[in-house]
């Protein structure tokens, strides 16, 4: 897959570094794992998991009184359930910038694209949901009401 590469600031040490990133892609996200940064694919429009997600957070009220703004930013949050974990058993997170690959710190920020673009081509595995897929309807429900709970919860530490 080609990915635009972005510029990345590591703000403990100031590194500067570049990752492939996903820009002004509809639907379509470069999940991170919060281990290692291994990273896989997501097209929200044909993950069947994502629609599921979709699906059963507009059946929760709480949800359902937020900003659709919010709205969206908890699906992407809450997708990681979905998500089987990576090769050292971390979960993928979408939207989740690079660790500095100079010092390994995860506090970084993201800077700018590449002026002129740059792209990398690599290989990147789409998200796979075997664990989600074996699970009930009703086990589903629990585990995002529980991840629902958690993000209010972290919500109100903001």
Known sequence: M???LATYRCDPNGH???APTILGGHGVFLARSSGEGDLAYVDAVSDDAFGDLRSILRGIPTFMQLHELERGKVVQDLF???CDYDSQGAPYVLNRDPCCIHCS???VR???ATD???FVDIDVPEVSHGRWDSMSVTDRRT???Q???EYFIDRADW
Do not use: G
């Open 80 to 82: 990681s359930i979905t």
């Open 147 to 149: 991840a629902l709970n």
């Open 105 to 107: 710190d995860c506090n």
């Open 110 to 112: 993201f800077i700018e």
């Open 143 to 145: 585990a995002i009401e």
């Open 2 to 4: 080609r990915f635009q």
């Open 16 to 18: 500067l570094f570049r």
């Open 116 to 118: 002129p673009p740059e």
